[in-house]
């Protein structure tokens, strides 16, 4: 059969509800998801012309009988939490008759786990390993396993094929720089999916991409998807010194977000890079303010200095922090919690990401956990917030109890209004009016998602204007009184000390009804139950 007569359906698998998919602040400007598959638009550029093509996202579309009857291959990729999802709708594609094809970080570490739910693995980085599985398909002999011993070049990694999106039903957009981080931390996963020699695109590779969503009519948000933005940091400076000429060139239709590591404050020249190629804000893996337990788990970039220090001079440069943190490392004591609570109060960081510690497949970690006879049965629900597979020092009830309190502390809403109120006021105040105004600019197409509608589709002018101001009205209605009443309190604050950010603001409100209501809805109550039960265990 020829590749003329193949029909390849890509499919994303549902993400769980976590902090970090933003459920609660989505709906409030009409988006269904936060970031598109960035790895299947890129396999899918690797496929050759003469297939056709079709992309779902299970996260704002069902895959219906339809799409699989259409189907002759269905390629899925996965992270580990999306792992229920994955065998649920690969159970369907199966009995349809179709050929089904796993790929991504989940099955390329836990491939054994996943083979008895696929008829073919496509592991490691796709360009090493797709265009190997294509030419089989294409001869009609395909294997069971199409597997790596070395990693690609990024100079052969295309553009993404973002027109198979509808770009409307994401929050942001994302592209990927490099790939490989040059630190050992214990627990990351990192390094084993993409190894520590970090390799680049090229600038022209970058420019070629945002390109290609400016021609689009996408503006907005985009997320650069590295694990460590600064792990080659002169290709990253190449990179920012040509991003920054073609925003000046085409009127600053985007900003941008990123990962790196916290060294990034000791590096003026390349931050200050940052903030003018139009970088608003940075996530970095801080993970705990005990010394002991960063040497204890290699994390050794985060030593060389104060970490208060490190994000205040990030914020005073002018980027907003968002940070991970980690409890439950073999060095905390039982104070670990109230000592994560004042760093992330003194660093005025609002979203900070806190997570039980975990040990994934082919981490150092993983593989000490299980010398030690301290892995727990199960992988996959390790993400869920309030669970881990591994049997820490700290007794699991005190763990809950600390990371239950910590939790609840952190997304109070007094709480979060403070620390968003502080991190603004650290934020430099616009050279010009034009800067200032330049905010609007960057924050306002997610801010005023809602109003898109009316701007890019104005035969359905008569439908969208009703529905889109009807779901903002909804998600305001539907707050809390008491996060509608500190919300207000925060916005009048802020127009006294820096009114200019109200977009940012603006969006923090939308985050932090996230993190408020999953937190209180969800994660409080799992704690609870979980708590319950080892009670009457």
Not at 288 to 313: A, F, H, I
């Amino acid at each position: 059969m020829s590749s003329k007569d193949k029909n390849i359906l890509f499919v994303c698998p549902e993400f769980p509800q976590t902090y970090w998919g933003m459920t609660y602040s989505l709906r409030a400007v009409s988006k269904k998801t936060s970031m598109p598959p960035l790895g299947l638009l890129t396999i899918a550029a690797l496929t050759p012309p003469g297939f056709s093509l079709r992309l779902i996202d299970l996260n704002c579309r069902p895959l219906t009988d339809r799409d699989l009857d259409w189907a002759d291959v269905v390629c899925f990729t996965a992270m580990l939490n999306q792992a229920k999802s994955l065998r649920e709708h690969a159970r369907r594609a199966r009995a349809a008759g179709t050929l089904v094809v796993f790929g991504g970080p989940y099955p390329t570490a836990c491939f054994d786990e996943c083979t008895p739910h696929c008829d073919v693995l496509v592991l490691n980085e796709g360009e090493m390993t797709w265009p190997r599985f294509i030419r089989d398909l294409e001869k009609g002999c395909v294997e069971r396993i199409y597997a790596a011993d070395k990693r690609p070049d990024l100079a052969e990694s295309p553009c993404p094929r973002f027109d198979l999106l509808d770009l409307s039903e994401y929050a942001m957009m994302a592209v990927q720089f490099s790939r490989g981080c040059p630190y050992r931390c214990e627990f990351c996963d990192v390094t084993a999916l993409f190894g520590h020699a970090v390799r680049t695109k090229s600038p022209a590779q970058i420019l070629l991409e945002i390109e290609t969503l400016f021609r689009s009519g996408y503006r907005g948000g985009i997320f650069v998807a590295d694990d460590n933005f600064i792990g080659d940091k002169k290709q990253a400076g190449r990179l920012l010194e040509e991003l920054r000429r073609w925003n000046e060139k085409n009127r600053h239709p985007f900003y941008y977000i990123t990962q790196a590591s916290v060294n990034l404050s000791h590096d003026r020249a390349l931050l200050e890079q940052m903030v003018e190629a139009g970088f608003k804000g940075v996530f970095l893996g801080i993970e705990t303010p005990s010394m002991e337990s960063l040497y204890e788990t290699r994390k050794l970039q985060n030593t060389r200095g104060s970490l208060l220090d490190c994000v205040r001079t990030i914020q005073r440069a002018g980027m907003v922090v968002h940070a991970g943190f980690i409890v439950g490392f073999d060095r905390d004591g039982e104070d670990i919690f109230d000592r994560q609570i004042d760093f992330i109060r003194a660093a005025a960081i609002p979203n900070a990401f806190v997570e039980l510690l975990s040990a994934f497949p082919g981490t150092d970690l993983y593989e000490r956990m299980k010398r030690e006879g301290r892995l727990k049965q199960g992988v996959e629900d390790t993400l869920a917030d309030g669970t881990t597979n591994i049997r820490t020092i700290l007794p699991e009830r005190r763990l809950l109890e600390g990371y239950r309190d910590t939790m609840a502390a952190l997304y109070r809403p007094e709480e979060y209004f403070e620390r968003a109120l502080e991190q603004f006021s650290r934020l430099p105040r616009p050279r010009s009016v034009k800067a200032g105004l330049r905010n609007l600019r960057f924050l306002g197409p997610l801010v005023f998602g809602f109003f898109r509608p009316l701007l890019e589709r104005p035969k359905r002018l008569r439908w969208s204007f009703p529905g889109q101001v009807k779901a903002l009205t909804r998600f305001v209605w539907n707050l809390p009184p008491a996060y509608r009443h500190h919300a207000l309190e925060f916005l009048i604050a802020l127009m006294r000390r820096c009114p200019e950010r109200l977009p940012g603001a603006m969006l923090f409100i939308f985050t932090g009804a996230h993190f408020y209501r999953y937190t209180y809805d969800h994660v409080i109550p799992k704690i609870d139950s979980r708590m319950e039960g080892l009670l009457s265990s």
